[in-house]
């Protein structure tokens, strides 16, 4: 009995010995041989702020496939791919041995084979080490390769390399180029047909296809709903209403949006597999279709180009360089939102807006639109007529040019530029030349992401920034005197809407550049901007092409379907207001720059100057009790009598005398600025502390 214990005992331990040993040299093996774990290429994608795909590019064999992950797709249809292809899915190891079992019990029963028994993981062993030939060697393999699959991934991981290389038909791979080829949509969200039509495809891709067989696309779907009532996996209703559901005849395009942003980027950052922008898809679908229905309505040649961004953010939301990339005749590869171009009268409101932080005009006070000379320069109206007296208001409205050039002959053309480039915007002027008049009419180039830049600063309380499709850090700067930009806002918003468009609660301005070559219309809301292009890419002129009738139409129509609310505009800062002419000081009824009246009236003054405080001081105002003590304010020079503003607001009725007091409302910075009887005036920037 001893001598039997110890044989047993023997034969258990050479029996552990060699199992450790075989498991040791399995482990070995499975080591030294390691499954393919790592899809193939996948497509490159550009998306959406939201992760919503705008462009893809198909792989270099030409297959549409996109990495995905599990969370994005359906439950639903997961649950009926494990119920139909898988069952045991959770609970083996890679191999399902009482499936394969049943199949070889119904192989050697009827002689032919009624159901497989691969596995899940199995099935993502053959994808990802594609056999030549059915074998049963291969079928082993594919059982080593799926046992190996399972000991290196997650349930999870190897649910989403499935779905990442599955066959669909034709070179649609993965579940996502499926539900966009077939529905037009993303995966999140399948009816239960849809889901089954899916879960069906990929065990006869090519017979199934539901453009070339739609027949037996909808007999296998039905099966699988089927096969799911049996199982009492879902809804007996869910189920009536997917076997009603027709298969699609057709594929749907991939989705090519923002064609000239994704040209851009691929070209920025190759070599990454997914890139993200700031666009909304959304916006950029409804802009695309405003562009492409507008250029067939203006004729062939007629490009369009808009563009919308954020203007507190910076972030551009829809950018449409063409109204349409593929059509030759309107060069639609030519992205028009950078081309340089004369930006017409776009650029009248800054003007504007210089002259009220002046404390110069007033929305009310008369401006004169006459013929005039600014030396050598004669600037017209569009019209070739002139409204002789108008209010500012009126002036900037009907975007008449000798007011606007009157006022920056006075507020000079250095200075409006160098504001332009505080803010990241350079106006392209001709070689040597220094800023001159004409730039009120559109004598600079800019492009329309430049214009677009500059009225974030309108939308957005006189900040403009900096705007990019890409996530970054934006430069904010300071465009217009808060209440100076109230004031064109105010005025911009007032403008009439062109023929058959309604009244949105926006403000905008419309250009035509010189010869009929660019139409232009920039607008603004409380929180966005849209600029809209109108012309040929080659610059050639283009009879009756102007901002009003051309651009202006199409910008109403690029806010109405931009997908995205009208934000209320801005309220009016503490202290202003739109003040009645009757009410406006003697020196703000009428506009004169003070050049014309010195040469017309023989006046001998000097200019007014800011003698006290200095420009730039920083002036301690503050007593011990921290109450804020009044300053001091003196001048030279000028006519009497002289009215002065801080920051823009009336600090008392006009004086004859060269002294004044001022109490600032708090420390910070302030701008204070004295007119004398003539209209000229001097300013200075102090730092109270």
Not at 54 to 75: K, N, Q, S
Not at 95 to 108: G, S
Not at 466 to 494: E, F, K, M, P, Y
């Amino acid at each position: 009995m001893k001598r039997v214990l110890q044989r047993a005992l023997m034969s258990l331990s050479a029996t552990a010995v060699a199992g450790t040993l075989v498991m040791f040299g399995l482990d070995r093996l499975d080591r030294a041989y390691p499954p393919p774990l790592d899809p193939a290429e996948t497509s490159v994608e550009i998306v959406d702020r939201d992760g919503a795909l705008l462009r893809a590019l198909a792989t270099r064999e030409g297959a549409w496939r996109f990495r995905v992950a599990l969370d994005d797709i359906d439950p639903h249809f997961v649950s009926m791919l494990i119920a139909y292809e898988d069952k045991r899915f959770y609970e083996h190891g890679g191999v399902d041995l009482l499936a394969i079992a049943r199949a070889a019990w119904q192989l050697v029963t009827n002689g032919r084979i009624v159901s497989g028994g691969s596995t899940l993981s199995m099935q993502l062993a053959r994808l990802l080490e594609p056999r030549q030939q059915r074998s049963y060697t291969a079928k082993l393999r594919q059982m080593v390769r799926a046992v190996q699959v399972e000991r290196r991934l997650s349930k999870k991981e190897i649910l989403e390399r499935y779905l990442t290389l599955a066959p669909y038909g034709g070179n649609l791979e993965g579940i996502r180029a499926a539900t966009l080829a077939w529905f037009g949509k993303e995966p999140k969200r399948l009816s239960v047909g849809e889901a089954a039509l899916l879960v069906a495809l990929p065990q006869l891709p090519e017979r199934r296809r539901p453009d070339r067989n739609p027949k037996g696309a909808e007999a296998a779907k039905d099966r699988v709903l089927r096969r799911m009532a049996s199982a009492g996996a879902i809804d007996p209703t869910e189920i009536a209403r997917g076997l009603h559901d027709r298969a699609p005849r057709q594929r749907q395009p991939i989705p090519f949006l923002a064609a000239h942003a994704a040209e851009r980027i691929l070209r920025e950052n190759p070599g990454t597999e997914r890139h993200q922008l700031t666009l909304s898809r959304r916006a950029q679908e409804g802009l695309e279709r405003v562009a492409r229905d507008a250029a067939e309505r203006l004729g062939p040649n007629i490009s369009v180009a808009i563009l919308m961004a954020d203007a507190q953010t910076g972030d551009v939301l829809a950018e449409v360089g063409s109204a349409n990339y593929f059509d030759d005749r309107r060069r639609g590869w030519i992205d028009m939102t950078r081309a340089v171009r004369s930006p017409g009268s776009t650029l009248k409101p800054f003007i504007y807006g210089l002259a009220f932080e002046e404390g110069m005009v007033a929305q009310e006070t008369i401006i004169e639109d006459r013929p005039s000379s600014f030396g050598a320069y004669r600037p017209r109206n569009f019209d070739m007529e002139y409204q002789g007296d108008v209010s500012v208001r009126t002036a900037l409205q009907m975007s008449l040019n000798v007011p606007a050039v009157r006022l920056l002959d006075t507020v000079g053309p250095t200075r409006l530029t160098s504001r332009f480039r505080q803010i990241g915007v350079s106006p392209v002027l001709p070689r040597d030349e220094a800023p001159g008049l004409a730039i009120a009419l559109g004598g600079a180039g800019l492009t329309l992401r430049d214009l677009v830049q500059l009225y974030t600063g309108v939308a957005n309380r006189g900040l403009a920034t900096s705007i990019s499709n890409q996530t970054g850090v934006r430069h904010t700067a300071t465009l217009l005197d808060h209440r100076a930009n109230w004031q064109i806002a105010d005025i911009l918003s007032g403008i009439q809407p062109p023929e058959g468009a309604t009244r949105l609660g926006i403000g905008y301005k419309t250009g035509t550049s010189y010869g009929y070559r660019d139409a232009w219309s920039v607008g603004f809301d409380g929180r966005r901007v849209i600029g809209v292009w109108v012309g040929r890419p080659d610059g050639a002129p283009v009879p009756g092409l102007a901002g009003y009738q051309s651009a202006a139409p199409i910008l109403f129509e690029a806010f109405a379907r931009s997908s995205f609310p009208i934000a209320a505009l801005p309220r009016p800062p503490s202290g202003t207001s739109r003040t009645a002419r009757s009410e406006l000081p003697v020196t703000l009824k009428r506009y004169s720059s003070g050049k014309e009246s010195i040469e017309e009236k023989g006046i001998a003054e000097p200019a007014p100057e800011i003698v006290f405080p200095p420009s730039g001081a920083r002036v301690d105002l503050v007593s011990a009790g921290n109450e804020i003590l009044p300053l001091v304010l003196k001048l030279q020079g000028g006519r009497a009598p002289f009215r002065w503003l801080a920051n823009g607001k009336p600090l008392d009725t006009p004086s004859r005398r060269r002294t004044s007091r001022w109490e600032p409302d708090s420390v910070g910075f302030s701008r204070l600025t004295v007119i004398d009887a003539v209209g000229r005036s001097a300013s200075v920037e102090i730092y109270v502390e």
